[in-house]
């Protein structure tokens, strides 16, 4: 597993306070992890921090799994 | 009760009249801030005369980008927080419907309406860090009850009252309120150009017989910004002296 793909996972852990290990690459965060649509803003608020990314409006709409993520991430990070 | 301290505020038109009571109300209990206004000038005499440690951020509400930038210096002069946004600045350029020109229209939309939009916009984000909000627009009786000659600046004000509701219901999870408090005729600048004529005609629709003053909103727009207030969201407080009763 990727140091991005732990990182993601923490931080989706830590704001969904989900169990680690629901936390797959292919869980959804609406149907799989019970996130709301205010939770997908905080979510891309955290990982913009964490990573040092910018993750546009209609980039942020295309990212629904966990693997969206990180795969957005390890493609955009310096 | 009501007790601000630790708190960080900003206010607009904080240089006005309605605006300076609001920005006295929320320092005298202890809140900093930052308080906005279009003349640089003017803006910083009055943050001298608040004394204490506020910062004084002139900024041009009708320039959409310098709006996008006002909540950012905020945060960033207030020591990375912002706990309370105020949106009091207004503007007003009457006329009748039939003679109103496109720009009357658009200037006061822009000023009252779509600025205290991307305010929010821009607040909620440290707000919802800080699973802790409170914005209070300043809208006005006229965005109740209409007024002749007003029709921008009464849907202006009645705009914000629809966005306030909004964004409570968008807000309310992450402890963020989001209201309004509706002034009647105060005394500012405002009212003070109206003829005498209209003034009595005015005075003789409240029951309360006079003319409210800035410190009757700050109080109201203190209550609203204290943690006691934090399961009032998505409303407007009326302050009018009994003028409309809603």
Known sequence: MSETADRVKKIVVEHLGVEADKVTEDASFIDDLGADSLDIVELVMAFEEEFGVEIPDDAAEKISTVKDAITYIDEHKG | MFDLTGMTALVTGASGGIGSAIAEGLAAQGARLAVSGSNADKLERFRAELGGDHVALACDLSDAAAVDALVPRAVEALGGKLDVLVNNAGVTRDNLAMRMKDDEWDQVIRVNLEAAFR??????????????????????????????????????????????????????????????????????AMTDVLPEAQKSALLGRIPAGDLGRGEDIAAAVVYLASREAGYVTGQTLHVNGGMAMV
């Open chain 2, 119 to 188: 305010l929010v916009r821009a607040a909620a984000k440290p707000m919802m860090k800080a699973r802790f909000g409170r914005v209070i627009s300043i809208t006005s009786v006229v965005g109740q009850t209409g007024n002749p000659g007003q029709a921008n600046y009464a849907a202006s004000k009645a705009g914000l009252v629809g966005l306030s509701k909004a964004l409570a219901q968008e807000l309310a999870s992450r402890n963020i309120t989001v209201n309004c408090v509706a002034p009647g005729f105060i005394r500012s």
